[in-house]
Nanobody, 125 residues
Framework: VQLQACGGGLVQAGGSLRLSCAAS????????MGWFRQAPGREREFVAR????????YYADSVKGRFTISKDNTKNMVYLQMNTLKPEDTAVYYC???????????????????WGQGTLVTVSS
């Protein structure tokens, strides 16, 4: 599975961005898809995930109510709509995928086999 994320950029606090992740094959349908982020000097952390088929979602507490993960299976795309951005959201954002989902939060990096390159989001205060 190949993943390619894009859509990052510079935005002022309170603004919005939408990240996109293009998945190869039918991964957006058959795989759990997740978004993670990594700020300078910090470990990669979970942001959100969407399950295969039924598309159930799960969010980190830090983004709940501000970010929305979604997907378009006809285009093999996964999105992360980010609203009310804060300076602490500044990070490189990664999309990830895994074929082994059955249930659960899938909020750990070791849950995912496939990773895309990151896209940088910078939120200015």
């Amino acid at each position: 599975v190949q993943l390619q994320a894009c859509g990052g950029g510079l935005v002022q606090a309170g603004g919005s961005l939408r990240l996109s992740c293009a998945a190869s094959g039918r991964a957006s349908i058959t795989h759990v898809m997740g978004w993670f982020r990594q700020a300078p000097g910090r470990e990669r952390e979970f942001v959100a995930r969407i399950s295969p088929y039924v598309s159930s979602t799960y969010y980190a507490d830090s983004v709940k109510g501000r970010f929305t993960i979604s997907k378009d299976n006809t285009k093999n795309m996964v999105y992360l709509q980010m609203n009310t951005l804060k300076p602490e959201d500044t990070a490189v954002y990664y999309c990830a995928a895994d074929a082994g989902y059955t249930s659960g939060s899938y909020q750990y990096t070791q849950d995912y086999e496939y990773w895309g390159q990151g896209t940088l989001v910078t939120v200015s205060s």
